[in-house]
Protein backbone atom coordinates (compact mmCIF):
# COMPACT_ATOMS: atom_id res chain seq x y z
CA UNK A 1 0.00 0.00 0.00
CA UNK A 2 1.14 3.46 -1.08
CA UNK A 3 1.12 5.79 2.06
CA UNK A 4 4.10 7.98 1.13
CA UNK A 5 5.47 9.34 -1.93
CA UNK A 6 8.01 11.98 -2.55
CA UNK A 7 8.36 14.44 -6.02
CA UNK A 8 11.85 15.50 -7.23
CA UNK A 9 11.21 18.62 -9.44
CA UNK A 10 13.16 21.67 -9.65
CA UNK A 11 9.67 23.68 -10.63
CA UNK A 12 6.99 24.60 -8.10
CA UNK A 13 4.19 24.44 -10.94
CA UNK A 14 4.91 20.79 -11.48
CA UNK A 15 5.25 19.81 -7.60
CA UNK A 16 1.60 21.54 -6.85
CA UNK A 17 0.00 19.82 -9.61
CA UNK A 18 1.42 15.82 -9.14
CA UNK A 19 0.79 16.36 -5.50
CA UNK A 20 -3.07 17.44 -6.72
CA UNK A 21 -3.06 13.98 -8.54
CA UNK A 22 -1.75 12.09 -5.76
CA UNK A 23 -4.25 13.58 -3.31
CA UNK A 24 -7.14 12.75 -5.91
CA UNK A 25 -5.41 9.14 -5.97
CA UNK A 26 -5.99 9.47 -1.96
CA UNK A 27 -2.04 9.87 -1.49
CA UNK A 28 -1.72 12.60 0.91
CA UNK A 29 1.68 12.28 2.52
CA UNK A 30 3.78 13.68 -0.20
CA UNK A 31 7.26 15.56 0.44
CA UNK A 32 8.54 17.36 -2.54
CA UNK A 33 12.03 18.49 -3.24
CA UNK A 34 13.58 21.10 -6.04
CA UNK A 35 17.21 20.19 -5.33
CA UNK A 36 18.79 16.69 -6.31
CA UNK A 37 21.35 16.76 -3.83
CA UNK A 38 18.84 17.53 -1.05
CA UNK A 39 16.00 15.01 -2.47
CA UNK A 40 19.23 12.36 -2.37
CA UNK A 41 20.09 13.08 0.95
CA UNK A 42 16.13 12.81 2.68
CA UNK A 43 15.58 9.87 0.40
CA UNK A 44 18.24 7.85 1.64
CA UNK A 45 17.17 8.55 5.57
CA UNK A 46 14.11 7.94 4.96
CA UNK A 47 12.56 6.41 1.95
CA UNK A 48 8.95 6.93 0.91
CA UNK A 49 6.56 3.93 -0.60
CA UNK A 50 7.67 5.40 -4.20
CA UNK A 51 9.32 8.66 -5.82
CA UNK A 52 8.33 10.66 -9.06
CA UNK A 53 11.65 11.94 -10.47
CA UNK A 54 12.14 14.71 -13.17
CA UNK A 55 15.33 14.41 -15.28
CA UNK A 56 16.27 17.33 -16.37
CA UNK A 57 17.28 19.35 -13.17
CA UNK A 58 20.21 21.91 -12.56
CA UNK A 59 23.61 20.31 -10.80
CA UNK A 60 22.65 16.60 -10.19
CA UNK A 61 20.22 15.10 -12.71
CA UNK A 62 17.76 12.74 -11.81
CA UNK A 63 19.40 10.28 -13.44
CA UNK A 64 22.17 10.76 -11.18
CA UNK A 65 20.10 10.61 -8.15
CA UNK A 66 18.21 7.56 -9.49
CA UNK A 67 21.60 5.91 -10.05
CA UNK A 68 22.55 6.87 -6.73
CA UNK A 69 19.58 5.19 -5.05
CA UNK A 70 20.26 2.00 -6.95
CA UNK A 71 23.62 1.73 -5.25
CA UNK A 72 22.28 1.91 -1.15
CA UNK A 73 20.57 -1.06 0.37
CA UNK A 74 17.23 0.52 1.75
CA UNK A 75 16.84 2.12 -1.78
CA UNK A 76 17.70 -0.30 -4.05
CA UNK A 77 14.29 -1.61 -4.88
CA UNK A 78 12.26 1.61 -4.30
CA UNK A 79 10.05 2.08 -6.88
CA UNK A 80 11.05 5.14 -8.65
CA UNK A 81 8.69 6.81 -11.55
CA UNK A 82 11.66 8.67 -13.96
CA UNK A 83 9.44 11.17 -15.60
CA UNK A 84 10.96 13.57 -18.45
CA UNK A 85 9.66 15.90 -21.48
CA UNK A 86 13.31 15.51 -22.80
CA UNK A 87 12.65 11.87 -23.57
CA UNK A 88 14.77 12.06 -26.39
CA UNK A 89 18.19 13.19 -24.08
CA UNK A 90 17.99 10.18 -21.96
CA UNK A 91 17.98 8.03 -24.90
CA UNK A 92 21.42 6.38 -23.63
CA UNK A 93 19.82 5.50 -20.67
CA UNK A 94 16.72 4.55 -21.66
CA UNK A 95 17.42 0.50 -21.71
CA UNK A 96 19.10 0.61 -18.31
CA UNK A 97 15.69 2.22 -16.73
CA UNK A 98 13.63 -0.26 -18.43
CA UNK A 99 15.84 -2.99 -17.22
CA UNK A 100 15.27 -1.90 -13.50
CA UNK A 101 12.00 -3.86 -12.79
CA UNK A 102 11.52 -0.93 -9.88
CA UNK A 103 11.71 2.22 -12.16
CA UNK A 104 9.26 2.78 -14.75
CA UNK A 105 9.94 5.97 -17.31
CA UNK A 106 6.54 8.24 -17.55
CA UNK A 107 7.19 11.19 -20.69
CA UNK A 108 5.60 14.56 -19.35
CA UNK A 109 3.11 15.67 -19.96
CA UNK A 110 0.95 13.13 -18.57
CA UNK A 111 -2.57 12.21 -17.51
CA UNK A 112 -3.79 11.15 -13.82
CA UNK A 113 -4.73 8.02 -15.56
CA UNK A 114 -0.80 7.68 -16.67
CA UNK A 115 0.15 8.31 -13.35
CA UNK A 116 -2.33 5.81 -11.60
CA UNK A 117 -1.25 3.31 -14.45
CA UNK A 118 2.59 3.55 -13.52
CA UNK A 119 2.02 2.80 -9.76
CA UNK A 120 -0.55 0.02 -10.79
CA UNK A 121 2.79 -1.38 -12.49
CA UNK A 122 5.34 -0.37 -9.71
CA UNK A 123 3.18 -1.29 -6.71
CA UNK A 124 0.43 -3.30 -7.91
CA UNK A 125 -1.10 -4.02 -4.21
CA UNK A 126 -1.81 -0.32 -3.62
CA UNK A 127 -5.64 1.21 -2.66
CA UNK A 128 -6.75 3.61 -4.62
Aim: proline letters at 5%; charged letters at 20%.
Amino acid sequence: MIKSVAVVDDSSEFQQLAKVMFSYLGIDNVKQWNSSAEALSGLLQSPPDIVLLDVMMAGMTGLDVWMQLRTHPNTMALPVIVCTAAVNRIVEHEQRLERDEHTLLLPKPFTLDDLRHSLDTLAPHWKH
